[in-house]
């Protein structure tokens, strides 16, 4: 009955890991978004062009809008539609001698979509503004006729558009617009960027001066003179400047002014002595004030190689990078948001592939512990625990460390280290050996008989492997929740770590809880042993998967040294494991240990060293270039000359250490469906490899709200700022989707 379960418990584990690296089904996107229901008789958002009027005097001047009305829970987008969809588009065809100003945007809204992505658009009524200019010379009747193209979303997104048109009249008797039009016209203006009230007052500054590329600054803005100032509100709407990426703002307030931080990074390669003229509008209401538009400029001008740089003499940078907060819209009740998307993604983490091998060990620590104590379980549980949220808080530690040093990180960057890998590929390949039976680790709590103690010592051990193990991967939910983190105040980023930990080790803690959900466990015996050597191969397939990513950042021949030293440490461990038991004296103990310590820091400076250094990896990352098939090297420079030359592109960020990269590529992006679309499309494929550092990935993967791989993009040709992002875990239809909804490449539709 015993090798029965034994035999039914391995199936199930090897079973489930398909089950888990197939992801999602390929089934069609409606099944995996709330329907938007049948094509309607009506477009869900209908566009026509109003006046002020329908009569202007010659040589003066009448105000349209563009009014799109939506359907109740539709939106288009602004100027700057944030980190997806499009902008609305006017093209104006006029009578000759007509002009037209450029269009006054109204103050948006922020909405949240699909992926946890920050945009920014209008929902209901929305009226963009243009003056029209008459001629002198003009009289009579004319029309006024426009093309009006937009992206409405609600569950989905699909693209609209119509031709508008009005007839207005020169001469005559000047009438004012019915009262629905003039409702219209203004509302829209009331959402204008305009003055500042009396007594209210704005300052900017800037961290630098000029501000250097490829790292990240800071931009501050200052009011004063706000009533009830800790109450207020507030939206920040920044604008779209070409090379220049902005994070999550950050506010908090202080001696009577609101602060906030705007994190900016300026892409290497843009000019030296550019002026980049970066804008936004300050959304600001509370109590006791009307609600403020503000208008915000903030002239960067970009720093040469070695110039000198002026640091803010105002003091207000310091000031706001002191203390600040997350934006309004993104605090309290969405900092409490963000808290749970982390903790149900660690929960999940669990079963991602990169964590399986830490859950085979976590089962065999239950079956090992089923008829013990209930109290000895718990505290079993409460170690792993430990081991998780004290490894989480050195994790964050590290994160603000290095943040504050001015480098830019993401989540499993310490994988981008090959010091690191071999140090994990050690761990495992010793764990493995251990279950195997070569040796057993023998703890000072162990000689006495305090065999309880030297168990919760391996409970905390296997909460520290677990988090080491999780870092690669990212789950639903917990992608958007890092992204987060990673923009955010130290403060914030270790409640988001820690939360995920406790996720991690949520389901341990709840079976130490309850240990009558394991009853279906055969008491320990000789079966155990079986099963243990079993859990051994698991971890051994872990050790093939870290090798293989060795290999990818420092070539073969640097692999085969690392090979020599597990080799070596095998060989030290099974010495450990011959000489010493219970009863071994202390002497004795001491000389074991200090020759297994000698062969293992030896075997290290002989095989290892320096072949993981930085120079190994970039001499191998040359080599690597050319083994991607008709992939890229993605760079800035290359996706902006194909997507203005036209060309749809796909961007893939991946790692060799992301076991969820590895998973989507192989059974979506390399599937004869996406790559028949992928050709038929004329789509340039851009491989960005995250698997060593690489600080333009890690800003651009910070613009779009994500700290780590795998993310994917699809870029329309002639559309640089308007791609679409695609989740962490990906199918292939959603992809297709994407890939369609870009459209062909010029080149394609030229044929």
Request: proline content about 6%.
């Amino acid at each position: 009955m015993n090798r029965f379960l034994l035999t039914v418990i391995s199936g199930v584990l090897l079973l489930h890991a398909p089950a888990v690296l197939a992801g999602p089904s390929d089934d069609d996107p409606s099944e995996l978004f709330e329907s938007i229901g049948s094509a309607p008789e009506a477009p869900p958002v209908r566009a026509r062009l109003i006046a002020e009027g329908d009569v202007v005097e010659a040589g003066q001047s009448i105000w349209l809008g563009i009014h799109l009305d939506q359907d109740p829970g539709w939106h288009t987008y602004w100027k700057n539609p944030g980190q997806a969809g499009l902008p609305t588009e006017v093209q104006w065809e006029l009578p000759e001698g007509f002009t037209v100003s450029d269009l006054l945007w109204p103050t948006p809204h922020r909405y949240v979509e699909a992926g946890d992505l920050v945009t920014f658009g209008y929902s209901d009524n929305a009226l963009l503004l243009a003056e029209l200019q008459v001629p002198a010379s003009a009289h009579g009747d004319f029309e006024v006729r426009a093309q009006v193209d937009w992206l409405m979303c609600k569950a989905l997104c699909v693209p609209g558009d119509q031709e508008v048109a009005l007839t207005l009249s020169v001469g005559g008797a000047v009438s004012d617009p019915d009262a629905a039009t003039a409702a219209l016209f203004a509302s829209a203006r009331a959402r204008l960027p305009r003055e500042l009230p009396a007594g209210v007052d704005l300052q900017t500054a800037l961290e630098f001066s000029p501000v250097p590329t490829g790292q990240r600054a800071h931009a501050v803005v200052a009011v004063e003179g706000l009533p009830d100032v800790a109450a207020v509100e507030w939206t920040w709407f920044p604008e779209y400047r070409e090379g220049l990426f902005y994070e999550e703002a950050a506010a908090h307030v202080q001696d009577g002014r609101l602060l906030l931080a705007l994190p900016l990074t300026i892409a290497d390669g843009t000019g030296a002595g550019m002026l980049i003229d970066w804008t936004g509008v300050l959304e600001l209401h509370g109590p006791g004030m009307e609600p403020i538009f503000a208008s915000v400029d903030l002239p960067l001008q970009v720093a040469s190689n070695g110039a000198a740089l002026s640091g803010d003499a105002t003091g207000l940078v310091a000031a706001a990078l002191g203390a600040a907060a997350p934006s309004s819209a993104t605090a309290s009740g969405n900092l409490f948001y963000y808290l749970l998307l982390a903790l149900v993604g660690g929960v999940i983490l669990n079963v991602m592939p990169c964590v399986l091998p830490v859950l085979s060990l976590k089962v065999m620590s239950f079956v090992h512990h089923a008829g013990e104590d209930r109290a000895v379980q718990f505290r079993l549980g409460l170690m792993f625990t430990a081991g998780v949220l004290a490894s989480f808080l050195a994790l964050a530690a590290v994160v603000i460390g290095l943040q504050a040093a001015g480098d830019l990180v993401g989540w499993g960057f310490q994988f981008q280290n090959p010091a690191f890998v071999v140090v994990m590929a050690a761990v495992i390949f010793g764990f493995g050996l251990s279950l195997f039976g070569v040796y057993e680790i023998i703890l000072p709590v162990q000689i006495g008989g305090g065999g309880s103690k030297g168990a919760y010592a391996e409970s905390f051990f296997n909460g520290i492997l677990a988090t080491a193990l999780a870092t690669p991967c990212t789950a639903p939910m917990l992608g958007s929740a890092l992204g987060f983190a990673f923009s955010q105040p130290p403060g914030v980023i270790l409640a988001i770590f820690l939360t995920t930990g406790l996720g991690l080790s949520l389901p341990y803690l709840l079976l130490s809880l309850n240990p009558g959900w394991l009853r279906f466990i055969p008491k320990p015996g000789a079966w155990m042993d079986r099963f243990k050597q079993f859990m051994g191969f698991l971890l051994m397939a872990t050790l093939v998967w870290l090798l293989w990513v060795l290999g990818q950042q420092v070539g073969v021949d640097a692999l085969a040294s690392v090979m020599a030293f597990l080799l070596l440490l095998g060989f030290a461990l099974w010495l450990y494991g011959s000489l010493l038991t219970l009863s071994s004296s202390g002497t004795r103990r001491i000389v074991v240990w200090l020759v297994v310590l000698v062969m293992i820091v030896g075997g290290w400076v002989q095989f290892v060293g320096d072949r993981v250094s930085a120079e190994a990896v970039a001499a191998n990352a040359n080599a690597q270039v050319a083994s991607h098939g008709d992939w890229i090297p993605f760079s800035e420079e290359v996706l902006a000359r194909e997507v203005s030359a036209g060309k749809t592109v796909f961007i893939d960020f991946t790692a060799a250490w992301c076991m969820t990269c590895k998973v989507n590529e192989k059974t979506v992006l390399q599937s004869d469906e996406v790559q028949s679309v992928m050709e038929e499309l004329g789509v340039v494929k851009l491989l960005g490899d995250w698997t060593s550092r690489d600080e333009v990935i890690t800003r651009i993967l910070r613009k779009y709200g994500r700290s780590g791989v795998p993310f994917y993009a699809v870029f329309s040709g002639g559309r640089l700022d308007e791609p679409i992002v695609l989740p962490e875990v990906i199918t292939r239809s959603l992809v297709v989707d994407a890939l369609r909804k870009a459209g062909p490449s010029a080149t394609v539709t030229s044929r």
